[in-house]
T-cell receptor, first 111, second 112 residues
Framework: KNEVEQSPQNLTAQEGEFITINCSYS?????LHWLQQHPGGGIVSLFM???GKKKHGRLIATINIQEKHSSLHITASHPRDSAVYIC?????????????FGTGTRLQVTL | DGGITQSPKYLFRKEGQNVTLSCEQN?????MYWYRQDPGQGLRLIYY???????QKGDIAEGYSVSREKKESFPLTVTSAQKNPTAFYLC???????????FGSGTRLTVV
């Protein structure tokens, strides 16, 4: 069993829909990251969470440390949101850290 | 603007040849990381470095080597000992364990 599980693996939505992507993990963490990967491969960091909730524009990320679960929500989805969304959990190793990644959720938003 | 530069974006090599992937950052970050991505799998850690002249193996270091002679640079060499080198390689950096990561745009290596 992977240490980080994401669901769903694939998601198709129509423009304007509310989208939720889930992430569950089984290890102790210092933080959880939500990342966005576009078709070219580059990755952009969306959120880093250690508790509670964060909001940036139409994106909202929440985390429940006790339940080891996080969700990424996209409100009023748009075709430009189409990408792979990756959950990664962070564990500290000295002054550096290690990220363990989920396999990603491929989102396609259509007109 | 600060960021991470990976080059080249696409790289083709013949089987049995060593190849070096470049990663440069101008963010003044102490820690740098190399990850490998294969279809249908999450990114996996190859090597990481916390300070200059020091680096540690990650989960899949076999067949790879790195150096960290300068704070800004963390090149990855894919050696002929790596059995399945064809993959997408991502470099990342962070200030310390408590800060966010910055990722490069990746290098897609194809070995034929």
């Amino acid at each position: 069993k992977n240490e980080v599980e994401q669901s769903p693996q694939n998601l198709t939505a129509q423009e304007g829909e509310f989208i939720t992507i889930n992430c569950s993990y089984s290890v102790g963490i210092s933080a959880l990251h939500w990342l966005q990967q576009h078709p070219g491969g580059g990755i952009v960091s969306l959120f880093m969470l250690s508790s509670g909730k964060k909001k940036h524009g139409r994106l909202i990320a929440t985390i429940n440390i006790q339940e080891k679960h996080s969700s990424l929500h996209i409100t009023a989805s748009h075709p430009r949101d189409s990408a792979v969304y990756i959950c990664a959990v962070r564990q500290n190793i000295g002054t550096a850290s290690k990220l363990t990644f989920g396999t990603g959720t491929r989102l396609q938003v259509t007109l | 603007d600060g960021g991470i530069t990976q080059s080249p974006k696409y790289l083709f090599r013949k089987e049995g040849q060593n190849v070096t992937l470049s990663c440069e950052q101008n963010l003044n970050h102490d820690a740098m990381y190399w990850y490998r991505q294969d279809p249908g799998q999450g990114l996996r850690l190859i090597y990481y470095s916390q300070i200059v002249n020091d680096f540690q193996k990650g989960d899949i270091a076999e067949g790879y080597s790195v150096s960290r002679e300068k704070k800004e640079s963390f090149p990855l060499t894919v050696t002929s000992a790596q059995k399945n080198p064809t993959a997408f390689y991502l470099c990342a950096s962070s200030r310390t364990a408590y800060y966010g990561y910055t990722f490069g745009s990746g290098t897609r290596l194809t070995v034929v």
